[in-house]
């Protein structure tokens, strides 16, 4: 009687056990549950998404245009994209709906994507052994009301967030902010047969066009604006290396930042002459707003060992080498939120920037270079090959981004390198774009979209040492593993012998 007992009450626990696990589940399947451990939280939206998106007003709808015949090597990119959108609409309150839709299968959607100007992709890929070619879609569309925005093709992950986000911004915005630009203007294509506008910062614009309105601004002797208008919340004034701001342009600006105007400025501390590599004084005539806001740019150029690689040969032959003058620094401010997704900026040909003393401004400064720079001021050497190395006591750090904000609300950020943004200077590994945009949603929308991050999980190399050292870590990393297991092997055989003896 006690065995049967003893038997129902098992069976009885095991039935139990079972079908609390089947309750718990289903409970459990409703709920999503995520921890993100990655390093900078790659795999979570950022405040600055969750804000914009949890104070949207109407309903919103996302449009995944994506077809269902895809490449294999382009489904885990579509897995991490459905992901991403999922979290949008996790954190919405129900205001956003996710569609996920195939053009190929419907011609309506078909018609839809192409109204909103989402194309047919080409995708290439070996497949046994086969070069072939398929076609599909891959494209994104937000709608509210009655506007729409769109996000033809999804070039890549990193920055797909900021991309969404953006078109949200923009889709909820009453009025979109405007932005003026001034000392960069487009140009005509020297192309008799197709001539066109060309910009030598359209990959800033591209950028900045997302949610913003870009004015080119005129105030010369020879214009008819004498002042730069309150309507443009922010403005980028750029030195070219030629021109001369005169007396009328300096004092519009310093009559915009007086009215709580607010600037980003490129300068340099020196003029190149590109064609000669030549090094010439600086005229652009910026300094004296620069001193009214605690800054001297000094007249000097900024060296780093921690260089950018670039390309001294011609057309037939390629030779790339790090160049001293185009510095390479991840050093920035701890304390500012313009650097939260910037993994690194390029200053070509930069100057150093002094911080003054002045009762009026709160300075900061937002990058500096690594420790291992220094400078020249004078008998300046560019050609790579025979730059002169330094003096050890000449090595220090140097500030070359740098942020002012006067009593009377005005505020300016000053780069230190005319070229920053520049289309035939950008690099690829470094995020000046980002950089510059970050500071611009600060200026211009409160801060709205700062912050927003890569989704890109950091990768950190070992730090630089000696080959001995380096050897030490790789063959700790190949033996450690197979040893604790065979450590934890040897102790089980011996527990084992004491246990039978």
């Known amino acids: 009687m006690k065995k049967r007992i003893m038997t129902y009450s098992k069976r009885a626990i095991v039935i139990a056990t079972l079908i609390i696990l089947v309750i718990v589940n289903i409970l459990i399947s409703q709920v999503s549950l995520r921890l993100d451990l990655s390093q900078g939280k790659a795999y979570t939206l950022s405040s600055s998404t969750k804000k914009i998106v949890k104070k949207l007003n109407n309903p919103l709808t996302i449009n995944f245009f994506v077809s269902s015949d895809l490449p294999t090597r382009i489904l885990p990119v579509k897995s991490q994209v459905l992901d991403l959108l999922g979290e949008y609409k996790k954190v919405s309150n129900g205001k956003i709906t996710l569609k996920v839709v195939d053009p190929k299968k419907d011609s309506k959607v078909k018609e839809e994507a192409q109204e909103l100007g989402i194309v047919e992709l080409q995708f290439s890929e070996m497949e046994k052994d086969k070069y072939a070619v398929t076609t599909g879609y891959f494209g994104i569309a937000l709608s509210s009301l009655d506007k729409k925005e769109a996000l033809p093709q999804i070039n890549e992950l990193e920055s797909l967030e900021y991309d969404i986000?953006?078109?949200?911004?923009?889709?909820?915005?009453?009025?979109?902010?405007?932005?003026?630009?001034?000392?960069?203007?487009?140009?005509?294509?020297?192309?008799?047969?197709?001539?066109?506008?060309?910009s030598s910062i359209s990959a800033l614009k591209q950028v900045l066009n997302q949610q913003f309105v870009l004015d080119d601004i005129d105030v010369s002797s020879d214009s008819a604006k004498a002042k730069i208008s309150d309507d443009y919340k922010s403005i980028l004034v750029f030195d070219n290396n030629q021109k001369e701001y005169s007396k009328q342009e300096i004092n519009a600006l310093k009559e915009y930042l007086k009215g709580s105007g607010k600037a980003v400025f490129f300068a340099d501390g020196v003029w190149i002459q590109l064609e000669t590599m030549e090094v010439a004084p600086a005229k652009h005539n910026l300094s004296s707003i620069f001193k009214d806001y605690g800054f001297k740019l000094n007249n000097n150029l900024v060296l780093s060992q921690n260089a950018e690689l670039v390309n001294f040969g011609n057309q037939q032959v390629s030779f790339f080498m790090p160049y001293a003058f185009w510095v390479k620094t991840n050093n920035f401010s701890e304390t500012n939120s313009y650097v939260s997704n910037i993994s690194e900026v390029t200053y070509p040909w930069a100057s150093s920037i002094s911080l003054l003393k002045n009762e009026n401004v709160k300075q900061t400064s937002l990058v500096k270079t690594s420790k291992s720079?220094?400078?020249?001021?004078?008998?300046?050497?560019?050609?790579?090959?025979?730059?002169?190395?330094?003096?050890?006591?000449?090595?220090?750090?140097?500030?070359?981004?740098?942020?002012?904000?006067?009593?009377?609300?005005?505020?300016?950020?000053?780069?230190?390198?005319?070229?920053?943004?520049?289309?035939?200077?950008?690099?690829?590994?470094?995020?000046?774009?980002?950089?510059?945009?970050?500071?611009?949603?600060?200026?211009?929308?409160?801060?709205?979209?700062?912050?927003?991050?890569?989704?890109?999980?950091?990768?950190?190399?070992?730090?630089?040492?000696?080959?001995?050292?380096?050897?030490?870590?790789?063959?700790?990393?190949?033996?450690?593993?197979?040893?604790?297991?065979?450590?934890?092997?040897?102790?089980?055989?011996v527990k084992r012998g004491k246990k039978k003896s």
């Open 165 to 198: 986000t953006a078109l949200i911004y923009r889709l909820t915005r009453k009025d979109m902010v405007k932005i003026g630009i001034i000392g960069q203007t487009d140009t005509v294509s020297m192309d008799m047969q197709s001539p066109q506008m060309r």
């Open 373 to 493: 720079s220094w400078v020249q001021e004078k008998d300046f050497v560019l050609n790579p090959q025979e730059i002169p190395q330094p003096k050890e006591k000449d090595i220090k750090e140097f500030v070359i981004s740098a942020q002012s904000e006067n009593k009377n609300k005005g505020k300016i950020a000053l780069i230190s390198s005319s070229k920053f943004v520049l289309d035939e200077y950008l690099s690829r590994s470094a995020d000046n774009v980002d950089f510059v945009l970050n500071i611009l949603n600060d200026f211009a929308s409160g801060g709205a979209l700062s912050g927003i991050r890569k989704r890109v999980v950091s990768f950190y190399p070992l730090p630089e040492m000696q080959d001995s050292q380096k050897d030490i870590f790789k063959y700790a990393n190949i033996i450690c593993l197979p040893g604790l297991f065979a450590l934890y092997g040897l102790f089980r055989l």
